[in-house]
T-cell receptor, first 117, second 114 residues
Framework: EAGVTQFPSHSVIEKGQTVTLRCDPI?????LYWYRRVMGKEIKFLLH????????ESGMPNNRFLAERTGGTYSTLKVQPAELEDSGVYFC???????????????FGPGTRLLVL | AQKITQTQPGMFVQEKEAVTLDCTYD???????LFWYKQPSSGEMIFLIY??????QNATEGRYSLNFQKARKSANLVISASQLGDSAMYFC???????????FGKGNQVVVIP
């Protein structure tokens, strides 16, 4: 069974440009999460999809970030326009849609390393 | 809000020895889960072990075990018989019931030396 995959693995862009990150969750996983780790800081939650619906987007830093999950399969995270402070590693995670409460295990992808110059 | 603290500096561990990674947490919710993830240099985050707040026994998964001390709010990861492939960053995380997000610590860097 394939794990969570993310594309691209690395992206280097200039300030003001647009970047779109993609996440393919584990097949059949309806929960999809985006997280971000800025250099030297903790991994922070960005948002959570259940199928195609945004369940919780309270972690999104500002309106330059737009996440979509059309059709409830893969998700994209677009940053437009990118700023220097957006640099970091963006992780995607997925889990099955079962009410396991606090036991739900999220399976992570390898992350996309974004560098904004 | 939940908070996870991992304050150990980078650690060097001799192969075949055990290593303990510290994790303390803070939450007012009585129902929560604690997770440890491993991130090797290749970048992927690998789930290692889970401990529920109501579990009576410490969780174990192969060479990984969790020293769960609920009153002290600590959930230390113990890796026994370290192997070179254990060299990685290790993250402690917590999730409370009703809140899907994971709250992470800053991580512990472990380097296993032969």
């Amino acid at each position: 069974e394939a794990g969570v995959t993310q594309f691209p693995s690395h992206s280097v862009i200039e300030k003001g440009q647009t970047v779109t990150l993609r996440c393919d969750p584990i097949s059949g996983h309806d929960n999809l999460y985006w997280y971000r780790r800025v250099m030297g800081k903790e991994i922070k939650f960005l948002l959570h999809f259940v199928k195609e619906s945004k369940q919780d987007e309270s972690g999104m830093p500002n309106n330059r970030f737009l996440a979509e999950r059309t059709g409830g399969t893969y998700s994209t995270l677009k940053v437009q326009p990118a700023e220097l402070e957006d640099s970091g590693v963006y992780f995607c995670a997925s889990s099955p849609l079962e009410d396991l409460g606090e036991q739900e295990t999220q399976y992570f992808g390898p992350g996309t390393r974004l560098l904004v110059l | 809000a939940q908070k996870i603290t991992q304050t150990q500096p980078g650690m060097f561990v001799q192969e075949k020895e055990a290593v303990t990674l510290d994790c303390t947490y803070d939450t007012s919710d009585p129902s929560y889960g604690l997770f440890w993830y491993k991130q090797p240099s290749s970048g992927e985050m690998i789930f290692l072990i889970y401990q529920g707040s109501y579990d009576q026994q410490n969780a174990t998964e192969g060479r990984y075990s969790l020293n769960f001390q609920k009153a002290r709010k600590s959930a230390n990861l113990v890796i026994s018989a370290s192997q070179l492939g254990d060299s990685a960053m290790y993250f402690c995380a917590m999730r409370v019931r009703g809140n899907n997000r994971l709250a992470f610590g800053k991580g512990n860097q472990v380097v296993v030396i032969p």
